[in-house]
């Protein structure tokens, strides 16, 4: 009789335990002091890959964390709202994520209107503004803006690299460069940057260089090309700054009207869904990217991508936009390891500009400071083959542009 | 005293000690509660008043609370209360206290907690209602959906305008690319097909689009009801017709146009006005339907409208009630001194009954005292009764013991009772004789003889001239003889009366001598 009281009264004290234990487990995901990211990003509309790619990257990094036990013991959660890419939409779910879920930080944010929108909010909340999905100039003012803090190239500097390797290595001339570019903030970044690049070679006049746009969220890409085609001078080579079925539709048509051009793409352009638009299109075609190569065996961090998508995703396939929000999350982990305790929203921005140069295996040193909120200035230039951007060589981009392009 | 009447003494005592005792302990009893009430009287007023103080502190906090829950209830951009915010908490400590102290004040808050609650539950009808209208504005649902269907019907124009001047773009390349006999058909033919696109009307579509576009936008921020009806019929309907009949104007082929048709203007108006809304003719107006930018942007300035209704009802409530509950404060807190006062002449109205008490309880101890000496006297009496009764037994023995003796003695004393007859007249004598010679010797002139020598000692020297000159000394040797016979005369009768006196002495003792041996054979113990 004693003997079954005593099992009675362990069975209870088991039960009474159980479901303690669970909260528990669950606790650790989803308690209190878990550090809250937050993402408002096109998981809708014309850029939606792009942020589904960076979330999916940034959800890699993060898995990795709390696999390892969190950062100082605290899990990782990331909020994701879409905003489809359009600049009325961020700044809503900007003030839900800041102010109603309370976010640690804002990371890997897509688009450059987005950005612009979502920037004067963190000011305001003062929150964290990382690595925003944009090389836009907005985001890379100098000094820095103290919420704001890069890490990829910008336009400005990926269509530099194009000038540069263009005139340097091609040998071409200002005036057989054109621009293809958004009518937006993104496409005029871009081709600011251009054009900074191509004073710093010697143009004068600004208007001797072809520009021609198209307007966000649609494919009218028609009267742009024709525009070009009027020219008195064909390009020789075009600098695009779009996303990627517009530049699709007009590399399309460009080669259908017999435009040999060289086109160049910045890595905005979404590299995967560009490569598959242009499936069968034997123009050419490089992208600049601001990561390495996704499927490099020789770059650490990569490697480490990859087994981390893989685990998060088998079906998932390595791409350059996962691997920036990959990138990006662990230079955030980096900076939050730093942090003794419980961390703050300004907390985590001195971590990062503690950080000064940093080397996270990316075959690239990167640098946070006070005054450098950007830690990777590196451009890696890829180019299209056979559905698939690869890495290039800018050494070989004089092979690429057409000698009889008149 | 007997001891019956010691015994009805001692039960009499200890009927009056029980009596005593049983309403001393009542009396006690009574007096003991009566102070217990009156010590806990201002202790129970203090505990009210501390209750009502801290009721009427939570009161207040609640309120403020309430308050600050309907606003954020009535604030789209802050989140939602819970169902268990203040406002229920409110009026269940209003309906407790007033359970517990009934009053009008209370039964006043009590009333306006019930108001409260039903505009709580209108406050929150209307954030249901306002967060879908909020949330489709946040988030711009509606008109991001007018926005992507106008700038994709201006995209396909744009399209169909471009892909147009793309085919003269590449026209002219072949055409400047063309041999010289070519060039003259090519050009010809291009300015024919310029002529056509002119013809197609697509600029004038662009524009419409493009005032479609900027009407949409005034309506989405359009904060009048009059401006709103104002857009709709006199504004946009127009728009919208000749957007129709542009469309209509491109005849293009639905397979390679799915975009540049009618129903893309439909699509826009229904994005507009609602999926079913009514064109009247008749009126020139369009009658909306749910679901429709017009809709929403009517329905928030409705709801913005009512907002403010209930604001307003809060407002006035709230002062309602913060006027009651300043009352219900001032009753909890200023009052300190009412249930003290009350407490006090609590106090005040129980000293008579106190000093009953107090008096009976005065007399029970007297009465226990009473008790304890009669208890007292009776174990004394008791003592006592002892030792008399060993007294008594003692005097009994020794009068025993005396009346033996007297007994014993009664026959000796017949004896001699003629002995002492003689012995008396002889004692008679005895005491004859010696004042005789007590006589005698005091009536001696033998004190004058003492004189007559002292005379002569101070004349030593001149003796036989005072003897013979001095008138004093002549008579001495006179003196000297007469006094010699005199006191010879004197020696004898003493003498006489001494031998007198010897003799009778004699004759006592042997008196004595022959009773002493009777006496003593009559001595014997007495025990």
């Known amino acids: ?406 | 005293m007997t001891l019956q009447k010691i015994h009805r003494m001692v039960w009499l005592a200890r009927t009056l000690a029980g009596t005593g005792l049983l309403i001393a302990a009542v009396g006690l009893g009574l007096l003991g509660w009566t102070i217990y009430n009156t010590q806990i009287a201002p202790v129970h007023a203090a505990d009210q008043r501390k209750g009502m103080k801290q009721a009427s502190d939570q009161l207040g906090r609640l309120i403020v609370e309430s308050h600050a829950q309907i606003q954020t209830t009535l604030d789209e951009s802050a989140a939602k209360p819970g169902e268990n915010g203040a406002i229920p908490n409110l009026a269940q400590l209003v309906r407790a206290q007033l359970k517990e102290h009934p009053d009008s004040t209370l039964t006043n808050l009590n009333g306006e907690a019930t108001q409260l609650t039903k505009l709580n539950a209108q406050c929150t009808a209307w954030r249901d209602s306002y967060d879908v209208v909020w949330d489709d504005i946040g988030q711009q649902r509606t008109m991001n959906n007018v926005r992507s269907l106008i700038a994709r019907l201006t995209g396909a124009v744009d399209e169909f305008q471009g892909q147009h001047r793309l085919d003269d773009a590449i026209r002219y390349r072949q055409w400047r690319s063309a041999p010289i006999d070519d060039a003259d058909p090519l050009a010809r033919q291009i300015l024919i097909d310029e002529g056509r696109q002119q013809s197609q009307g697509s600029a004038d579509v662009k524009d419409q689009l493009s005032e479609l576009a900027r009407l949409a936008e005034l309506l989405n921020g359009e904060e009048q009801f009059d401006s709103l009806t104002d857009l709709k019929d006199i504004q946009l309907r127009p728009v919208l017709d000749r957007l129709s009949k542009s469309m209509d104007a491109f005849r293009l082929d639905p397979a390679n146009h799915d975009v540049l048709t009618p129903q893309a203007i439909n699509d826009i108006s229904s994005a507009l006005f609602g999926r079913g809304y009514v064109l009247d003719e008749a009126h020139q107006s369009i009658q909306p339907a749910p679901g429709g930018l017009f809709t929403l942007r009517w329905n928030a300035l409705q709801l913005l409208g009512q907002r403010e209704d209930l604001r307003h009802g809060a407002s006035q409530l709230f002062q309602e009630i913060e006027q009651t509950w300043t009352s219900f404060d001032q009753s909890a807190n200023a009052p300190e001194a009412v249930p003290v006062r009350q407490a006090d002449r609590g106090v005040g109205d129980k000293w008579p009954e106190m000093w009953i008490w107090g008096g009976v309880c005065a007399a029970l101890i007297l009465q226990w005292l009473a008790i304890l000496i009669s208890r007292g006297i009776q174990r004394e009496t008791a003592r006592r009764l002892m030792l008399e009764k060993q007294a008594a037994a003692a005097e009994l023995d020794k009068v025993n013991k005396q009346l033996l003796e007297i007994s014993q003695r009664a026959g000796a004393a017949e004896a001699s009772t003629g002995v002492l007859h003689k012995v008396d007249d002889i004692l008679n004598r005895v005491n004859a004789s010696a004042n005789v010679i007590r006589d005698k010797v005091a009536q001696s002139r033998v004190g004058n003889l003492s004189k007559a020598s002292a005379m002569i000692e101070s004349h030593r020297a001149d003796l036989a001239n005072f003897l013979t000159v001095h008138e004093k000394g002549r008579q001495l040797p006179g003196y000297f003889t007469l006094i010699s016979k005199q006191l010879s005369q004197e020696h004898e009768a003493v003498v006489t009366e001494l031998n007198h006196l010897v003799r009778e002495v004699e004759h006592i003792k042997e008196v004595v001598r022959s009773q002493q041996d009777p006496a003593k054979l009559s001595k014997c113990p007495s025990t």
Not at chain 1, 323 to 345: D, F, H, M, N
């Open chain 1, 1 to 406: 009789m004693r003997s079954v009281a005593q099992i009675l009264l362990i069975a209870a004290f088991l039960s009474w335990l159980a479901p303690r234990g669970l909260a528990a487990t669950n606790d650790a995901s989803n308690g209190k002091d878990d550090i809250l990211l937050g993402m408002s990003t096109a998981l809708s509309g014309p850029a939606a890959n792009l942020g589904n790619q960076m979330k999916e990257g940034i959800l890699a990094g993060l898995q990795r964390a709390n696999r390892a036990g969190g950062v100082n013991g605290r899990h990782l959660r990331l909020i994701v709202l879409d905003d489809g890419c359009e600049p009325a939409r961020t700044a809503p779910n900007m003030r839900r994520l800041l102010q109603e879920d309370n976010v640690l930080a804002v990371i890997g944010n897509v688009g450059a209107p987005t950005t612009v929108a979502a920037v004067p909010i963190c000011d305001e909340q003062d929150a964290l503004f990382f690595a925003p999905f944009s090389g836009a100039g907005a985001l890379r003012h100098s000094p820095p803006d103290r919420y704001v803090v890069n890490y990829r190239a910008s336009y400005a500097e990926e269509t530099g690299a194009m000038i540069n390797a263009l005139l340097d290595g091609a040998g071409l001339q200002p005036e057989e460069i054109a621009f293809f570019t958004e009518h937006d903030a993104y496409g005029d970044a871009g081709f600011e940057g251009g054009i900074a690049a191509l004073k710093r070679h010697g143009l004068e006049d600004e208007n001797r260089v072809l520009h021609v746009r198209y307007e966000p969220n649609t494919l009218a890409v028609e009267n742009a090309l024709a525009t070009l085609l009027y020219a008195d001078h064909e390009p020789r080579a075009i600098i695009m700054v779009g996303v990627d079925r517009p530049c699709a539709k007009f590399i399309k048509l460009a080669h259908d009207a017999g435009l040999r051009s060289l086109f160049l793409n910045v890595s905005f352009v979404g590299s995967d869904s560009l490569a598959a638009e242009l499936a069968n299109v034997p123009a050419n075609v490089l992208v600049t990217q601001v990561v390495p190569y996704p499927l490099a065996t020789d770059v650490p961090i990569v490697r480490e991508y990859q087994a981390d998508l893989k685990s998060l995703d088998p079906a998932a396939k390595p791409g350059f936009t996962t691997l920036e929000g990959y990138v990006s999350c662990r230079i955030l982990l980096a900076a939050l390891q730093k942090i003794p305790g419980k961390p703050t929203r300004e907390g985590v921005i001195d971590a990062l500009d503690a950080l000064g140069e940093f080397d996270l295996g990316l075959g690239a040193k990167l640098h946070y400071g006070p005054d450098d909120h950007q830690a990777c200035h590196r451009i890696w230039p890829t180019i299209l083959q056979n559905g698939v951007f690869v890495p290039f060589d800018w050494k070989s981009i004089g092979d690429l542009v057409r000698k009889d392009a008149q």
